[in-house]
């Protein structure tokens, strides 16, 4: 995957890593510095190597860089560390995998197999990722471990393939996750609304609409809707977007439906209806069970609907085996398991590129960029994590509520600024002494720059 272009074909496919016990409001922003950089993943040039080749020359070197970059977690993850909570008491805290965020290909090489013939995350086939609620059972890493070792035990190259081809895997014997006790590696790989909706399944329904209301007339439409607060507007129409990004996405999605009421059959704004329902409800910053039930009830709704892009030949292959509408059923599993789905989008990730890569080229002689652009080592064994503090002024108060200072958070050095850490105390009862500790103490963390 290139993310990057430097002179030319000079690539850099950069890992990030951050901890999940963070504040949301923090992890969501980029200058908050909440993911570090840790590597760069191998980018290699394979065009004198046949395509089956190259493939598994690419899987088993994404798994070997892996493995060197993740070493240093399998002991925090096996035997645990401490480490200490905001009230100042020490935890002995087991490390986890959690989410891999990113796109679909990468999700396969995590998983150690073949892109679209079967789902990463359960046991359902190409053939039945248009189906609906077949209950499929869930993959475990060490069933897909056995399978892997099965394979690579096999007497013949033939015997081999027969092996994994059977199970949709790579050749790929020593996985990276293979080390570690706790993680199975298909609940890692989670949503990604901004691949899988935006990108994905909403842009196929763009292009269904366009072929059922006609490209002109649908430009037509959204042209003409009048200047709202709020609303963008698109006065060359959609159809001349080259490249969409996430925030026209979201545009379109709020003012199509306007657009094609009383030009497309009821079926397809019913179907177009639930489809916006779904992407609006897996947005929400925080679900309860009731949220999660109508979140559910769109894409059910959606599946009884969508045959009509069939039945209007706008959908011209007859099917709708489509990888990024069978992971849609994941998405109500990954909520509760992960948390809702800002805590793990590509979108928040993607402008660490400029952060991280971009700007960090720019500093370097252009020549050996990758060993001046130095990766942070991961600092689970030298860095305590602190939750951010708020404390209220007992005496201060004002018009729209107590006064509430300013939060204290913890971020990793940058470039050549050092960062120095220290320790205070606040007495934040009446009765402590300037010289005592009487009264509740608070633990917080300043740095200074
Ligand atoms: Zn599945």
Known sequence: MQLMTFNGDQMAYPMYLSIGNMAKHICCKPSLHAQILVGYLPTPKLSDFSEEAACT??????????????????????????????????????????????????????????????????????????????????????????????????????????????????????????????????????????????????????????????????????????????????????????????????????????????KAPTGVIRAMHVLLDFIHLVQYQSHSDETLKYLQASLDEFHKDKKIFLDLKARTSGHFNLPKLHTMQHYVDSTRECGTTDNYNTEATEHLHIDYAKDAYCTTNKKDYLQQMEPIAIPFNNVQVWDPVKFQLKHLQLDDGPAIMDTAVEMPSQGTKSTQFDTILVAVDDDAEDTGVQGRILFIVLIFE
């Open 57 to 262: 020359v690419c899987v088993r070197l994404f798994h070997a860089a892996l493995s060197i970059i993740m070493q240093s977690l399998k002991g925090p993850e096996h035997e645990g560390v401490e480490m200490k909570s905001a009230d100042g008491a020490v935890h002995q805290c087991h490390l986890v995998i959690a989410v891999y965020i990113m796109d679909y290909p990468e999700q396969s090489l995590i998983a150690c197999m073949c892109q679209g013939s079967q789902c990463l995350k359960c046991h359902a086939v190409e053939i039945e990722f248009e189906d609906h609620n077949l209950n499929w059972r869930s993959r475990k890493q060490d069933a897909m471990l056995n399978t892997l070792h099965h394979g690579a035990q096999q007497s013949t190259a033939k015997h081999k393939e027969m092996v994994l081809k059977g199970a949709s895997l790579t050749h790929m014997e020593e996985p990276f996750w293979a080390g570690f006790r706790y993680c199975n590696i298909q609940d890692t790989i989670s949503p990604d609304i901004l691949h899988q909706l935006f990108q994905g399944l909403f842009r196929y329904m763009v292009i269904w609409v366009w072929s059922i209301v006609g490209t002109m007339e649908l430009d037509a439409q959204f042209k003409c809707l009048p200047c709202t607060h709020g609303v963008r507007s698109f006065d060359n129409g959609i159809s001349c977007l080259s490249k969409v990004s996430t925030g026209e996405h979201k545009e379109i999605c709020k003012q199509l439906l306007g657009c094609i009421i009383g």
